[in-house]
């Protein structure tokens, strides 16, 4: 039921010609081909305030793509959350482009020392006279997540700077927001979200899922960028959870997408099969027992695979990009050079220390 114009933007949208295209000349020699296209393809979303996953194949520089992106779209904001290993080389694209003092890496307060406390709350060592408590306290709340326009985030500590309301009351919504730094960093102004890794947010019920469905919710981004490199071939079900967090009108009916793209098949609930079996007994009941449970078990949906897959491409063409390295001409030919080094004693030994501890 969409208007004749929004039918053309998205047909449009898919074959990157929405709008003028205004790559800055310093910008652009940076990236390939392909990687201008998906920057396109990235802005023209964020400028009709749709959100997208780019889901090019491993080592085809998507974060190069979408770092590019989040600085043509003139965000006031940009959160980027990905894995604590990522963190450096987020921060390594975008220092082609933006000076350091710009981007903040946000680690967490625990396991540090009073002193890199004061030092990453700007005290000076020494200098604060504040507890370790109150510091850790003053981290959480502050962090430099206002000063920044670009701030990096892991997975694993989102909840330290993020807290979801209790209840819906009044009271317990204000003081959410006072505890949640991230959520204050993108409220009323031009914000953008980018998830690296997107996949890792297949479980629903894991606390990073909640923590980026409520920051969403809340904080109304003006985009969302996810990025992955896993294809929707893969586990589509997996696809859902993003999907969901871009608001795409697939996810509306859960079941219809289980049984139309996951091949799911219904199984009791946990507990409901003991449940509906001791009453079967204790009711004398005849005939057919799984059919009785069948008949009155809260049944849950569990995916078994993958099918339909082009039919969901097709439905996800206008917020999914994907390329694969066969897809592309002007990828640069990778070669390996070996070197050698002849190491002393204490060097042999450093070295083994330091891959033993990379090991565990």
Same mark, same amino acid.
């Given at each position: $039921?969409? !208007? ?15 709008? $003028?295209?205004?790559?800055? =000349? ?10 201008? *296209? ?34 043509? +779209? ?60 109150? &510091?850790?306290?003053?981290? =959480? ?14 997975? /694993?500590?989102? /909840? ?22 991230? &959520? @204050? ?17 297949? $479980? ?14 809340? +904080? ?17 079900? $997996? ?32 507990? *409901? %099969?003991? =449940? ?5 007994? @204790? ?11 069948? #008949? ?8 078994? +695979?993958?099918? #339909?897959?082009?039919?969901? %491409? ?17 990828? !640069?030919? %990778? ?21 033993? *501890?990379?090991?565990?």
């Amino acid at each position: $039921n969409l !208007p004749p114009e929004a039918i053309k933007f998205l047909h449009d949208l898919r074959n990157y010609k929405t709008i $003028n295209y205004p790559i800055d =000349k310093e910008l652009a020699p940076k990236l390939r081909d392909y990687q201008k *296209e998906g920057d396109r393809w990235l802005f023209n979303l964020a400028y009709y305030r749709l959100s997208g996953i780019l889901a090019d194949d491993m080592g085809l520089g998507k974060s190069l793509s979408l770092s590019v992106a989040a600085i043509e +779209g003139n965000f006031d904001s940009v959160i980027i959350i990905c894995p604590a290993s990522l963190k450096t080389n987020w921060r390594d694209e975008l220092l082609w482009y933006v000076p350091e003092r710009d981007i903040t890496i946000v680690d967490s307060a625990q396991g540090k020392t009073k002193a890199e406390l004061e030092k990453m709350l700007g005290y000076g060592e020494g200098k604060s006279g504040k507890k370790i408590s109150e &510091l850790q306290e003053e981290f =959480k709340e502050r962090g430099k997540w206002v000063d920044n326009r670009f701030v990096i985030v892991n997975f /694993d500590i989102l /909840d330290e700077f993020y807290k979801i309301p209790a209840t819906r009351s009044k009271e317990n919504i204000q003081k959410a927001y006072e505890e949640s730094p991230m &959520l @204050q960093y993108i409220m009323n102004r031009k914000s953008l979200i980018i998830i690296d890794e997107a996949h890792r947010l297949s $479980n629903n019920s894991s606390i990073r899922y909640k923590v980026i469905k409520d920051l969403i919710k809340r +904080g109304e981004p003006h985009s969302i960028y996810a990025a992955t490199g896993t294809p929707i071939t893969n586990n589509p079900q $997996n696809l859902y959870c993003v999907l969901q967090f871009l608001g795409d009108p697939i996810t509306d009916d859960y079941q219809y997408f289980m049984d139309r793209y996951c091949d799911a098949f219904k199984v009791p609930a946990k507990g *409901e %099969k003991e =449940k509906w079996t001791n009453i079967w007994h @204790q009711r004398g009941c005849r005939g057919d027992l799984k059919e009785f449970i069948r #008949n009155n078990a809260r049944m849950i949906q569990v995916a078994s +695979g993958a099918s #339909n897959l082009e039919e969901l %491409k097709e439905r996800i063409s206008h917020i999914y990009l994907r390329r694969t390295k066969e897809d592309l001409n002007d990828l !640069p030919q %990778k070669r390996i050079h070996e070197v050698f080094y002849n190491l002393s004693d204490v060097q042999r030994y450093e070295y083994e220390e330091l891959w033993k *501890e990379y090991e565990e």
